[in-house]
């Protein structure tokens, strides 16, 4: 018999489960659109040659390829028969080629929002703005292992802009961002920028080969999940030399010092950093946190985050309870040009949707209406098959005056339609029986109360209303 479970990191979402979700994407399409982005779509398969590439060694692993189809399938896998060998003895082997899966996909699972944005602008840059503000909410697939908060398909609610260098894009989107969360009820939540430059210029002053400084950002960006142990085993296991390597952790640790304090925390890192990087990347990093005063920005130089397509300010936003972030971004200058000639500079931020809810439900953040939502205002009782008609037609009558209405289906006992109104917290039920419906009229009941109330049946959706808003 096969399983009835959704596959591994997959879910199925109920109705209480896709409530609460509606009301989080609400408040974040809201406050995108207040700021100018517009809403964008793309296709759940890309081309395999549009993603790879783009995110990194580790990134390319957990994209979800998918096999060629029908002819294209069955010449890739004639080609690698044709290279199983046979020994003196007859014994058949298969070569390293025959296992070359980029020979039997051809498309593959969208990974993140970005990179087929910028696909998108390229394809389509006469037609969009000089300055194009999108937003694009949609599921993503990662072949990862599945942990809390984190599933192999999930949401991302993005926000990105497209076409300018300024340091005010990087302003809006901490602001857009930090009012989402401020509206969903997040009070605690930090916001830790970086620079690419910031880190490439740490990595230099420890003598790390530039060949090698891939390799490390990826250990670097594990610090909060790994921590400093971790990291150093991880560096010395990509060939980091210890001495470079304990210069860089100990940067980080001062770093972590300084903002434990809380004194003066991005004033004293920026000091900390002058006679290792650039005037000019340092002062980036000031416009951004003087234009966005008031928000909680904090400089963390151990931020690094993974994908390898950002070139400039890096960004991301953790709650003091949850291992990872809430949302991360950055600037990503020159992923467009790798899909046409022009470079053209962009930067975007990417809410993690599926852990805010985890931390919402955790908190008991929802407001009571989401929290405890029903699938309708009142039940419509059906008292027999003989008034059916009329239940149906009061229902009809309900739904027109703009409350929810739910018919029970069959003429079973009145009791047990009502306990089941109650199980599911429907709060008011409409009761037509056939004295009810020679007298013109209809039987409220408040199911949270027990109070009952005959009421013209033309009057009864304003009765309703009245009862339900208290």
């Known amino acids: ?63 979800f390829r998918i096999l060629k189809r029908g002819e294209k399938l069955g010449e890739a896998l004639k080609t690698a028969r044709s290279n199983v060998i046979s020994d003196d003895k007859g014994r058949s082997g298969i070569t390293s080629e025959m296992w070359d899966f980029e020979k039997f996909t051809d498309l593959a699972l969208r990974y993140d ?98 060949e090698m400084q891939t390799d490390a950002l990826i250990a670097i960006d594990k610090l909060d999940k790994i921590g400093t142990d971790g990291v150093a085993r991880e560096l010395a296991d990509r060939g980091i030399d210890e001495t470079a390597a304990g210069m860089i952790l100990d940067i980080f640790e001062q770093t972590r010092l300084i903002t434990e304090s809380g004194k003066d925390v991005n004033r004293t890192i920026v000091g900390n950093l002058l006679n290792i990087v650039s005037a000019e990347v340092l002062g980036d990093v000031g416009k951004i946190l003087q234009y966005t005063a008031g928000h909680p920005v904090f400089i963390d130089p151990s931020l690094a985050r993974g994908l390898s397509y950002y070139t400039g300010t890096i960004m991301e936003i953790t709650v003091h309870d949850l291992a990872g972030s809430l949302a991360g971004g950055g600037r990503y200058d020159g992923l467009i040009g790798m899909f046409g000639k022009e470079q053209i500079p962009a930067c975007g931020f990417s809410l993690g949707l599926e852990r805010i809810l985890v931390v919402m ?95 013209k049946r033309n009057e009864a959706a304003t009765r309703l209303k009245q009862m339900k808003n208290g």
């Open 1 to 63: 018999m096969a399983s009835t479970n959704p596959a591994r990191g997959m879910r199925d979402f109920l109705p209480a489960d896709v409530r609460k979700r509606e009301y989080v994407i609400g408040i974040i399409k809201e406050v995108y659109e207040s700021y100018g982005f517009e809403p964008l779509e793309t296709p759940a398969v890309e081309n395999l040659e549009t993603l790879t590439g783009k995110y990194g060694e580790e990134g390319n692993q957990l994209i």
């Open 113 to 210: 929002l970005t990179v087929p944005l910028a696909r998108v602008v390229a394809n389509n840059k006469n037609d969009l703005p000089k300055f194009f503000k999108r937003y694009q909410i949609q599921p993503v697939w990662r072949a990862d292992r599945p942990g809390r908060g984190r599933y192999r398909e999930f949401y991302q609610c993005d926000v990105d802009a497209i076409g300018s260098s300024s340091m005010v894009v990087e302003a809006e989107l901490i602001a857009a961002v930090s009012e989402i969360l401020r509206r969903l009820g997040f009070e605690d939540f930090i916001i830790r920028i970086n620079h690419r430059e910031i880190l490439r210029d740490i990595l230099d002053t420890a003598s790390i080969p530039i």
């Open 361 to 455: 439900d955790e908190r008991g953040m929802f407001p009571p209406e989401i929290a405890g939502s029903t699938p309708a205002d009142v039940m419509v009782a059906l008292w027999s098959d003989e008034t059916a008609g009329e239940s149906l037609k009061l229902a009809a009558e309900l739904r027109a005056a703009g409350l929810r209405v739910t018919v029970y289906p069959e003429a079973d006992k009145l009791g047990k339609q009502l306990k089941y109104a109650d199980a599911i917290k429907i709060p008011f039920a409409c009761i037509l029986g056939e004295s009810e419906i020679a007298e013109g009229k209809a039987m409220i009941k408040d199911m949270r109360s027990g109070e009952q109330v005959s009421e």
